[in-house]
C-alpha cells in the first residue's frame, strides 16, 4: 500500500496519520505538501489529515480545498483512487466537492475531546471491509465543527444509497441523543460517496491504532484497507 | 468598484453563535428572538457597472465566498 498523506500549513494530524500508515501498518507513506501539482507516482491511498487547514479561515476546509494538490486528490478520486479525510480532512472533502454536505459548528458551541462510539453501517468498501456488520467500535472525536448536516432531499438520497458509513451510537450500538456528541444530522459521523471510494469521517481511527495510545479500534478501519 | 457581500446560515440550518448570542441578550432582559450571526466580506472588483460587479461578486461566492449547502449571500454595491 502506498499512501500520500498531504499536508497544509495548520494541518496537525499528519504525523498521527503517517505513524498509522507508517510506523503501525508498514506501508510506503509519503508527506506531500500542498502546494505540490502531483501525487507520488503509484499512490493507492490519499490520506487528508485532521488539523486546523489554513487556520480555518472563511469555513473550515475551504481554503485548503482550494490548494494545488488537491487538483490531483480530485483527478486521483475521479480515477477511483482510495481518499481517506479524517477531521478537518473530511472537512477539505467537503468543501472540495468530493462528499456532499457541510460540518457545522457543534451544537453544544464547545471543541469537543473524548472517545466514541461508532456503528458501522456499511461493510462492503474498502474501508470498512475487516468489519462485521453493525460492530462498534470505540475511536476519538476532537473537534469545534462536526455538525454533519445536508439539505433534506440530499441526506434521503445520501441515506438510501448507503452513503453513511459511521452513526454515533451507544456501547451497544443503540443510536439516541444522547450519544450523538455534536448534533449531526442522524447521528452522522462519517460518509462515503456513491463511488465508494471517497471516505470523510469526524472521528480519529489513526490515533486509535495501538496499545500505547489507549485503544487499537483504528486498526479495523486499516486492515480493511489492507484488504 | 465597491461590493459588501453578506453572507448568512441559510433558514432553517442550527445556528449556535445565535443561539448563545440570544440567549446573552435574554440576560439582559431584551425580549429578541431569532439571533442569526453572518459574516460580512468587503470587495472591491474592476466594474464597470453596477450590474457587472454584482455578477462577479456573484461568481466569487459560488466559487468560495458561499457554502451553498448551509449559507445564502446578499450581495450590495456600495
Known amino acids: 500500500m502506498r499512501v500520500a498523506v498531504p499536508i497544509f500549513p495548520g494541518s496537525n494530524c499528519d504525523h498521527d496519520a503517517m505513524h498509522a500508515c507508517c510506523n503501525v501498518m508498514g506501508w510506503d507513506t509519503k508527506p506531500v505538501w500542498h502546494q505540490e501539482k502531483a501525487l507520488p507516482e503509484g499512490t493507492d491511498l490519499v490520506f ?71 456503528r458501522t453501517e456499511r461493510t462492503n468498501l474498502p474501508f470498512t471491509r475487516a468489519f462485521k456488520p453493525g460492530q462498534v467500535i470505540e475511536v476519538p472525536i476532537a473537534h469545534a465543527e462536526g455538525n454533519f448536516t445536508l439539505d433534506d432531499d440530499g441526506l434521503v438520497e445520501l441515506e438510501a444509497q448507503g452513503g453513511v458509513v459511521f452513526r454515533y451510537c451507544g456501547p ?18 462519517g460518509i462515503v460517496n456513491a463511488r465508494g471510494n471517497v471516505l470523510g469521517m469526524m472521528p480519529h481511527p489513526e490515533r486509535v491504532v495501538e496499545p500505547a495510545q489507549g485503544g487499537t479500534d483504528g486498526l479495523w478501519l486499516f486492515r480493511s484497507l489492507e484488504g | 468598484m465597491k461590493v459588501r457581500v453578506l453572507v448568512s446560515l441559510k433558514p432553517g440550518i442550527l445556528d449556535p453563535q445565535g443561539k448563545a448570542v440570544e ?22 472588483v474592476p466594474a464597470s457597472g453596477i450590474e457587472e460587479a454584482k455578477a462577479q461578486a456573484q461568481a466569487m461566492c459560488d466559487k468560495l465566498l458561499v457554502n451553498p449547502v448551509m449559507e445564502k449571500a446578499i450581495i450590495e454595491v456600495l
Open chain 1, 48 to 118: 487528508v489529515p485532521g488539523g486546523f487547514s489554513y487556520g480555518d479561515y472563511l469555513r473550515c476546509g475551504a481554503i485548503a480545498a482550494l490548494a494545488p494538490i488537491m487538483t490531483d486528490v480530485k483527478r486521483f478520486a475521479a480515477q477511483g483512487g482510495l481518499v481517506l479525510g479524517v477531521c478537518n480532512g473530511f472537512q477539505i472533502l467537503c468543501e472540495a466537492g468530493l462528499l456532499p454536505g457541510a460540518l457545522l459548528r457543534n451544537e453544544s458551541l464547545r471543541f469537543i475531546h473524548k472517545k466514541v462510539h461508532l
Open chain 2, 23 to 44: 440567549h446573552g441578550l435574554h440576560g439582559f432582559g431584551f425580549a429578541v428572538e431569532h439571533v442569526r450571526i453572518g459574516r460580512m466580506i468587503d470587495l472591491e
Open chain 1, 172 to 189: 451497544e450500538g443503540e443510536v439516541a441523543p444522547e450519544f450523538n456528541p455534536n448534533g449531526a444530522e442522524n447521528a452522522i459521523a
